[in-house]
């Protein structure tokens, strides 16, 4: 069964920083690619980050570039996703989400590249 696991939300002010982390288990697959979405009340949910299967290759959602670092654990397993978050602002308040997508390919910003959710952890900004 193929579980993710958010960790690293919390409340922060304006400037401040977080590193979420998301640990993936139970995929037989060896190689996948990994992305942070994110989604803001009353909001459609929005690509925030992805990375590829080796953490060679990242995109990044034109309202983080810059403030937001995706990287993955550098040994065999990969199977750690992080989401270095500087600068924060109180635009930046949602749910986090970590995702999954199964192959070696690139990483993508729709959301229908990835099958595997987590359950989300909470990102509070205030001014």
């Known amino acids: 069964q193929v579980q993710l696991v958010e960790s690293g939300g919390g409340s922060v002010q304006t400037g401040g920083s977080l590193r979420l982390s998301c640990a993936a288990s139970?995929?037989?697959?060896?190689?996948?690619?990994m992305a942070w979405f994110r989604q803001a009340p009353g909001k459609d949910r929005e690509f925030v980050a992805a990375i590829n299967w080796s953490g060679d290759i990242t995109i990044y959602g034109d309202s983080v570039k810059g403030r937001f670092t995706i990287s993955r654990d550098k040994d065999n397993a990969k199977n750690t996703a992080y989401l270095q978050m500087n600068s924060l602002k109180p635009e930046d308040t949602a749910i986090y989400y970590c995702?999954?997508?199964?192959?070696?390919?690139?990483?993508?910003?729709?959301?229908?590249?990835?099958?595997?959710w987590g359950q989300g952890t909470q990102v509070t900004v205030s001014s």
């Open positions: 139970g995929l037989t697959f060896r190689s996948y690619k």
């Open positions: 995702a999954v997508g199964l192959g070696t390919g690139l990483p993508r910003k729709s959301s229908t590249e990835y099958g595997y």
